[in-house]
Each structure stands twice: as structure tokens, then as C-alpha cells.
């Protein structure tokens, strides 16, 4: 059966015979407004209804819990797979009321083995299909009010997962999201987050040009970063910044560079330096000059020892100011829903484990004080 939600109108009539691009664009649009496949479509014959319920489905996936941040407007769901994993979707709430961005998983668990992240402890159990992809913006969407003009502005590749590991289903999850009869979401409110995979940097600036890319950078010093992130052994930083150096050009996008700050390990004065000039080097090429994007190291599991410690106020103040004094502004993240592990580097599936079901709360977010 073909799963519906993850299809676009081009898409439907090559799998469906029968089913001319309007009336595929008409039925693409009722899906993704209502969530299922209305018994009529205004303006598509009954005919054509049959023939996309006979070979469709809208297959799901369970929410076993959702959580809401008692610090900030974040919302955390556990979501269950057909076949028993658990993957995890963040809400994330913009500055304008209303809108919000979904960070979503494409893998469950992730074998890249970053030292600073939760989900690399699951090790990588599967890549998520194209409907699973989608259906993480579907279950998010129906905890807005849509009446009060609450709607998904963005999408964030940046749940569980490395999305250029599982790049197929990416970029066709892209582009039913990008699609107007789709989810219609604008390219540039689209950001692929990546540890560092050449190849899968270049395909993407060609197949989706209009989507964002971000980079975790973890140090700018080869034996550092090794440590940090294992694929670097495969694919060294300076054949990933090729790659990043390509896709800037060819999509005129600057590439985010994330960074996440751990205390003694990869914020000192030196580090900062290192990571100017390689950010100069990467402009004097020909790319646009990096957003860095400086991330806040959250505890993988706050109940346990802990093998790194966030950066100090001061060292983080004095790593950006040798960036600034470079001309290098750079961009402090704020990573909500620490509270419910929500944050960047925390999604581990960690409450359904712990507990075996996460509690199912009312998706308003708790007042934020002025």
C-alpha cells in the first residue's frame, strides 16, 4: 500500500494509474489539511477516490507520551514505529506567536557515535521511512489549534538520527514538505543538520537547493574532533567543508556551523581561534561566511555521571569574543526542554525506556514570564 501522507502529486500519478495531476494535487492538499482522505474531494471524480483508496493507506505512529517543558514552550513527543522503536519529535516554539518549527528524527537510534550526544548511546537500529518522517510534522500538527492561526512553520532535521545516512527518504520527506498541495513549507524554513557526510552535502545542494544546511563543527582541531565524532576518522572536517563549500555556492545558502561548547575539552582561546580562521578560510574561498551557532552542552542523563561538563559563563563569553574580534558573529542557541530531555544532544527515547510510557499531558505550553 502506498502511504499517502508521503506522497506528491507527481508521485501519485506515476504509482496510481489513472489519476491526472490535478485532481492528484486536489487529493494531496485534503490529505495533509485533514489528516485522512475525505469520502469526497471537490472536483475529483469518485472514480479517482477509488482508485487512490485501493492502493493508499494513511498508515500512523502511536504517540506513547508527549511532555511539555515547565521552563519553556517546548513540547517532547515519544512516538512508536510499526515495528516497536521509539523515536522522539520536538515542538519548537518561534518568536512568532503561533508558529513553530518541528525538529524531527529520521533514524531510529544513530551509529555515528558522537560523544556529546544521547542518541548515539542507542547505537542504529533503522532508518525511518519517508511516512514516518512526515507523519512526525502530522502528530505535532494536531496538537495546535489551527483556529487560533497556530501553524508548523519549519522543519529541523536535527531529532534522532544523521539524516545524510538516510538521504532517499530525506529528500522525498523534503519534498512533500516543500510541495503547495503538501505541507507547504518554504525551503529556507527547512534545515538539514549533518555530522559530516561529503557526498550526501552534495547531493542535497543538488536535489533540494532551496533547503538550509547545518554542520556540527565539535572542534576545529583534527585530534580533538576525532574524539569527539568517530566519523571524522572517515570523512576528515576539511573534505566536509569542501562539500559545505559546494553546496553554499551552488545554493547561494550560508551554511550554519553548530558548536557545542564542553568545558576544558573544546572552549579555550585557542579553540576559538582555530575555529576563526577556519571559518576566514572557508569565506576567502568562495563561500558565504558561516552562522556559527554556539550550543550549550546539555546532560545526557542528569541522574548519572556525566563525561563532560557545560562551558562557564566566562569561558563561553571569552570563546565568542575572540570570534567577534575575528568578524565573526556568533549566535548563542537557546536548547529548550532540558527539563524533559528535549534538548539538543538529549533525545534518547530516554523517558519510554525509563518508565515504559511517558504521560500524555495537555499540549498548552505553560505561561512564559516577561
Known sequence: MIPLQAVTPAALTEAIPGVPIEEARRIVGAIHRHDRLPAVVRNVRRITLDRVRAAGALPTLAVRGAQCSRIDPFVKYSLSTPGGEVVETVRIPLERHGRYSVCVSSQAGCGLGCAFCGTARLGFQRNLETWEIIEQVHVVRRGLNRVQGQRVHGIVFQGMGEPLANLDNVIESIHV???????????????????????????????????????????????????????????????????????SMVTGLAPMWSFTLLDGVNDSVHDARSLAQLARDFRRRGGLRPRISIVPFNPIDPAGPQSFVRSSHDREAAFRRVLSEAGLPSHKRYSGGADILGACGQLAGSHAQHTGQMPFVALTPPPVDD
Not at 183 to 192: E, S
Open 177 to 247: 514538505a516543500n510541495e503547495p498541495s503538501g505541507l507547504a513549507i518554504d525551503g529556507r524554513a527547512i534545515t538539514v543538520c549533518t555530522a559530516g557526510l561529503p557526498a550526501g552535502i552534495r547531493r542535497l545542494a543538488r536535489e533540494a537547493p532551496a533547503v538550509r544546511l547545518a554542520l556540527s563543527i565539535a572542534s576545529p582541531i583534527p585530534s580533538v574532533r576525532r574524539r569527539l565524532m568517530p566519523i571524522d576518522l572517515a570523512f576528515p572536517l576539511a573534505e566536509v567543508l569542501d562539500a559545505a563549500l559546494e553546496h
